[in-house]
């Protein structure tokens, strides 16, 4: 069965401090692997997808990577409001979007 | 541009009572639809998935049920609610995938609901 483990579950970090989030999956085929935001008490906000491994895709302060067996999304000097749940998720032959349990990123000012 | 709507925002519901939450997407066609069920500190779990008018997917069985009366226009519904049932519930949609090329989603809002 398609799995997908995101880690940590929770980051907090100082204002600048950069990092990253990693999210592990197993998936017969893979046919994209995404990444979301989510803010408290609203939909998931759809930032990257990536297809293949060495693929890389950026979005301002964050940066996605891809390899056979897990993806990193790196959030290069973090501001107050990049605090969010950060959302990994697969798509293989097998199933629809399959979802981790997110990792929870509070920024410090 | 394709805009997406859920509603309500909120509900609290007693138990054995019905449900009925809609999603409309506007300015696209024939989209993937989907409904999806996220608890408390929880990953997001897929109830149900439309391809086209008519056509439902069921991932989990429970008591839930959803229809898909337009091309562009989802419902969940329950016949008679159960605690369990409590949870954020999230409509999306996606591009249709004939060459294999798959999309992200694009999320409602979500309905908090509450059953007590």
């Known amino acids: 069965e398609d799995q997908v483990t995101q880690s940590p579950e929770a980051l907090r970090l100082q204002e600048g401090e950069s990092s990253s989030l990693n999210c592990s999956y197993t998936?017969?085929?893979?046919?994209?692997l995404f990444w979301y935001r989510q803010d408290p008490g609203k939909g998931p906000e759809f930032l990257f997808t990536?297809?293949?491994a060495g693929e890389e895709k950026e979005k301002e302060r964050l940066k996605a990577t891809l390899t056979k067996k897990e993806s990193f999304l790196h959030i290069t000097a973090p501001k107050p409001e990049d605090s969010a749940t950060y959302l990994c998720?697969?798509?293989?032959?097998?199933?629809?979007?399959?979802f981790g349990a997110g990792t929870r990123l509070t920024v410090k000012p | 541009s394709q805009t997406i709507h859920q509603w309500p925002a909120t509900l609290v519901q007693p138990v054995g009572s019905p449900l009925s939450l809609e999603c409309t997407v506007e300015?696209?066609?024939?989209?993937?639809l989907y409904w999806y069920r996220q608890a408390a500190g929880r990953g997001l779990q897929l109830l149900f998935y439309?391809?086209?008018?008519?056509?439902i997917s069921s991932e989990v069985p429970q008591n839930l049920s959803a229809s898909r009366p337009q091309d562009r226009q989802f419902i969940l519904s329950s016949k008679k609610l159960l605690l369990s049932d409590s949870g954020f519930y999230l409509c999306?949609?996606?591009?249709?995938?004939?060459?294999?090329?798959?999309?992200?989603?694009?999320f409602g809002s979500g309905t908090r609901l509450t059953v007590v």
């Open positions: 999306a949609w996606s591009a249709p995938s004939p060459t294999g090329t798959y999309y992200g989603y694009t």
């Open positions: 998936v017969s085929g893979l046919r994209g």
């Open positions: 990536l297809y293949s």
């Open positions: 998720a697969v798509r293989s032959n097998n199933n629809d979007m399959r």
């Open positions: 300015g696209t066609s024939n989209p993937n």
């Open positions: 439309s391809v086209g008018i008519g056509q």
